[in-house]
T-cell receptor
Framework: KQEVTQIPAALSVPEGENLVLNCSFT??????LQWFRQDPGKGLTSLLL?????REQTSGRLNASLDKSSGRSTLYIAASQPGDSATYLC???????????FGTGTRLTVIP | GAGVSQSPSNKVTEKGKDVELRCDPI?????LYWYRQSLGQGLEFLIY????????KSGLPSDRFSAERTGGSVSTLTIQRTQQEDSAVYLC???????????????FGPGTRLTVL
């Protein structure tokens, strides 16, 4: 069974810092990997989707990379802002399964 | 355009009662998913609908849980004889294409917070 792990579980940084969130998965037979953010009491907002054949995707201050062979993805956030404070979740779409497998998330706090 | 919508946003019920949760996917999306997020736990897959195919019910935790999708659009998740351990946020997602695609991107609704007293 696919296992998805996110490190660290929580992260607190001062405003303006660049930061990296990590995601690892055990089964490299995936279709894609998706990064989401979740604000308290809210649903999930899709940030980036990386197809299995891709190495990275960028959207604004966000850059996500994928190393499928080693089972790792990173989400890089440049010049962090207080509005970036949220829980960030990674999820993989595994070959042969109909659902996404989620990590437990990294709770990010950006201090003004 | 409109995103995935869910209703109600909050539901408080008594143990043993039945509840129905509703999901309206994004128009034109063929695939629909239900997940559950319990306090302190990750998201747990419940059920998947794709077009007119038989749903994948492999994630449903017990036979008290059922779901249907009418006309390939709106879906209802029903929990019978609710238990306290059913308390969670129930999230619905939809995607344009089915899951067996690298282009499949899931879009989530705001969720229904269910509390069983």
């Amino acid at each position: 069974k696919q296992e998805v792990t996110q490190i660290p579980a929580a992260l607190s940084v001062p405003e303006g810092e660049n930061l990296v969130l990590n995601c690892s998965f055990t089964d490299s037979a995936i279709y894609n990997l998706q990064w989401f953010r979740q604000d308290p009491g809210k649903g999930l907002t899709s940030l980036l989707l990386i197809q299995s054949s891709q190495r990275e995707q960028t959207s604004g201050r966000l850059n996500a990379s994928l190393d499928k062979s080693s089972g790792r993805s990173t989400l890089y956030i440049a010049a962090s802002q207080p509005g970036d404070s949220a829980t960030y979740l990674c999820a993989v779409a595994q070959t042969g399964a109909n659902n996404l497998f989620f990590g437990t998330g990294t709770r990010l706090t950006v201090i003004p | 355009g409109a995103g995935v919508s869910q209703s109600p946003s909050n539901k408080v019920t008594e143990k043993g009662k039945d509840v129905e949760l509703r999901c309206d996917p994004i128009s034109g999306h063929t695939a629909l998913y239900w997940y559950r997020q319990s306090l302190g736990q990750g998201l747990e897959f419940l059920i998947y609908f794709q077009g007119n195919s038989a749903p994948d019910k492999s994630g449903l935790p017990s036979d008290r849980f059922s779901a249907e999708r009418t006309g390939g659009s709106v879906s209802t998740l029903t929990i019978q004889r609710t238990q306290q351990e059913d308390s969670a946020v129930y999230l619905c997602a939809s995607s344009l294409v089915g899951h067996l695609s690298s282009y499949n991107e899931q879009f989530f609704g705001p969720g229904t917070r269910l509390t069983v007293l």
